[in-house]
């Protein structure tokens, strides 16, 4: 916890102070964690603003402090889920626009070892972002705080509200999807990135 | 092929994790979320406010249609102009009265 039980409960009791702390302490974690669900850096603070605006709203109904952290990814999974079905046939046009000539020319322009470091991340953003945008919403949100995020089972369960035997067999298929996707990644792209992230 | 595939993506994901790292938030991000805060608490008070104003409204006419239909039909019912006792009278004959001993009987009164 990032913050105290008390504080919580004085945000819960409607302290508008007390609710300030709170955004203050998680604000910076759950914007990263929105930034690696849905992968398109202008929005991040958009989605972020929906899921303290709906954690104002909702505050009232937790039950006790101990189950915040839970009820916070939990908002912040809703609200990337309803961000990547709205925006989900708006992100594959852009995604279809990215040409390999916008690649190459990023790649010859980039001199510098930060520029070229910058460019390996970028890559490796977009080769990631393009694997699970061939999964569902569903299971790109799954996957991204199992693997990515390094969530436990437990952790999971409190968020998704269902048992650990259910989680597995969901994360079972969502990873063959995406592993299914990774096979059929265009080759090149695929090694290259695969070696870049070897190296990182 | 496919468990090094499993291995490769394993890589991936940590790599992910390292080129999206946590970002700070804009400056403005707190000030624009109190302003959401309040737009959506005026919003809900003005949608209260519109509802509450529905109502009296809808109660008001409610109540003038109800008053002028009353007045409408006390006008054009004339049995309603006299009083209770009066209509029982008119309508009760004289020998119920008797049977009730509201009044005596012709007999009753050659026996005195």
């Known amino acids: 916890m990032l913050v105290e039980f008390e504080l919580i409960s004085r945000a819960k009791d409607g302290d508008a102070a007390a609710f300030n702390s709170v955004v203050l302490a998680y604000r910076k974690r759950i914007l990263g964690t929105i930034a690696r669900l849905i992968g398109r850096p202008e929005d991040v603070e958009d989605v972020g603003q929906e899921v303290f605006l709906r954690l104002y709203y909702s505050l009232d109904q937790l039950r006790t402090p101990e189950v915040f952290e839970p009820w916070l990814y939990r908002l912040t999974v809703n609200a990337a889920y309803d961000y990547l079905r709205k925006a989900r046939r708006r992100y594959e046009s852009r995604m279809a626009d990215l040409s390999e000539e916008h690649v190459q020319m990023a790649d010859a322009a980039a001199s510098t070892k930060e520029q ?85 | 092929m496919s468990f090094q595939n499993e291995r490769e993506l394993e890589g991936l994901w940590a790599s992910y994790r390292e080129a999206v790292p946590d970002t700070e938030p804009s400056p403005e991000f707190m000030p624009k979320l109190w302003q959401s805060i309040e737009a959506r608490q005026r919003s809900r008070i003005t949608i209260w406010t519109k509802l509450t104003g529905a109502f009296v409204s ?55």
Do not use: W
Request: with cysteine; hydrophobic share 40%.
């Open chain 2, 58 to 112: 809808v109660s008001l006419a409610l109540c003038l249609v109800f008053t002028i239909a009353s007045a409408v039909e006390d006008r054009l019912t004339p049995a309603h102009a006299s009083s209770y006792i009066d209509a029982l009278s008119e309508d009760t004959p004289s020998d119920t009265l008797a049977y009730a001993h509201f009044q005596p009987t012709a007999d009753e009164e050659s026996h005195k």
């Open chain 1, 116 to 200: 070229k470091e910058d460019l390996r991340k970028t890559g490796i953003r977009e080769f990631v972002h393009q694997l699970l945008d061939s999964v569902s919403a569903e299971d790109r949100i799954l996957l991204t705080l199992k693997e990515v995020e390094g969530m436990s089972l437990k952790q999971l369960e409190q968020i998704y509200h269902v048992n650990e035997n259910a989680l597995k067999v969901r994360l079972f298929r969502a990873r063959q999807r995406v592993l299914k996707a990774y096979g059929a990644a265009n080759p090149q792209e695929a090694a290259a990135l695969k070696v870049e992230a070897a190296k990182g």
